[in-house]
């Protein structure tokens, strides 16, 4: 599956023009949760580095793990937040609109996690498929009605679904497809399956936003990509495709939405395109003396980290965390906080409940342990719901309760 490792290749242009820029050491993979007798057996750990191409600036993970190591079974259920939850309902809406998709048209999501991202374009009246390789997650979205293939998405796959589906108008990935080693057979798959009027539409963690975030918590091994929109203009080309419009989203992470046609097809391009490929450049987006400044800062906050958690445990206060996001894990594996700091992780997907997490080994628990608890810090690691989450916990911050913010500096609030 994975087309090139070699630690020189760039995934994207090919070329042997990557520079690592940021080395988070070896970690744990950051969904693999791992229950009580697991603890006992060895787990494997794997080098997070990070490379920037400077033939194609695309950003990606030095060395990708099997996908097989990670997507088999999968903890992260979209519709447990409820911020989430209703954004993709919100990007269906957006997407129906905006290619006019009628009755008969094929909505094909990848990655499509427990179907809630089909669930709002069903409620349109279009076909929908999704393509999920996490048997636990076909199961919850096939109960929820959401016809889906289970397996990983390749041209193999591509070409067996078109015959028996027919061509999709529109095909959708969120944040999996930063998930993708293998791009060159995933995009000829897309070519495979796309009707000459369809479009691609895609939604990640735009890498702007990330590094104004300071997000180092974002690098993790299922993150093989961290995309700007430059890569990906390099990328579709190669396959006969171009970027139509692109949509800046102050949700989740930050998100960027790309849309994407054949070449051929008739869909104007917008000029929010060129727009952002200029405001990228200015960001020093395509210079690796950008990325070594980012590096730099994220090492600075690491110690911070470390420094605020040790500094409260020793004056004698209870730390517990909330959220068991895989990024989470990146943030405990690199800063080294384990079950002697952290009490407890609260999380309400009951999938992590009961569980311990990868590398630190903290236990996972209810969230209403954390009035019981009532520890005197919350470290939140889901911090992009942030907002969500303090709406939630009204009653512990009444009870005295904080909040340490991780990222991008750490603060108590
Ligand atoms: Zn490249």
Known sequence: M??????????????????????????????????????????PVYPLEVGYCRGCRYVQLWKP???????????????TSSTL??????????????LGLTDGDLVVDIGSNDGCLLRGFKAHGVHVLGVEPARN???LARRAGVAT?????????????RRRYGPAMAVTATNSF?????LDDYLAGLDAWMAPEGVF???FHYLADLMKQGAFDTVYHEHVSYYSLHPLIFLFDRFGMEVMDVKRLPVHHGQLRVYVKRKTGSRPVADSVAQLLDAETRLGLGRYATYAVFARNVFHNIRKIQRTLLGLKRSGASIAGYGAPA???????????????????????????????????????PAEKILQAQPDYLLLLAWNFAEEIMQEQGEYIRRGGKFIVPVPRVRII
Do not use: W
């Not at 293939?149 to 679904?161: D, E, H, P």
């Not at 930063?178 to 293998?182: A, K, M, W």
């Not at 943030?331 to 630190?360: E, H, M, W, Y």
């Open 201 to 203: 539409v895609i939604e």
């Open 2 to 43: 994975i087309q090139s490792n070699r630690l020189d290749e760039c995934r994207v242009c090919h070329r042997k023009r990557v520079r690592k820029f940021l080395s988070l050491g070896k970690t744990a993979l950051a969904n693999n949760f791992l229950t009580r007798e697991q603890l006992k057996r060895h787990e």
């Open 327 to 365: 990024k989470g894990n990146t943030l405990l594996n690199v800063c080294r906080i384990g079950p002697d700091v952290l009490d407890f992780i609260a999380d309400k997907s009951r999938l992590k409940q009961g569980l311990f997490t990868p590398g630190q080994h903290i236990p996972v628990v």
């Open 149 to 161: 293939y289970n397996g990983y998405f390749s041209l193999a796959t591509a070409k067996r679904l």
């Open 85 to 98: 939850s209703r954004h993709l309902t919100s990007v269906a809406d957006a997407v129906v609109q905006k």
């Open 178 to 182: 930063l998930h993708i080693p293998d």
């Open 137 to 139: 997650l076909v199961g």
């Open 65 to 79: 793990v099997p996908p097989k190591a990670m997507f088999d079974r999968y903890l992260y259920v979209s519709s």
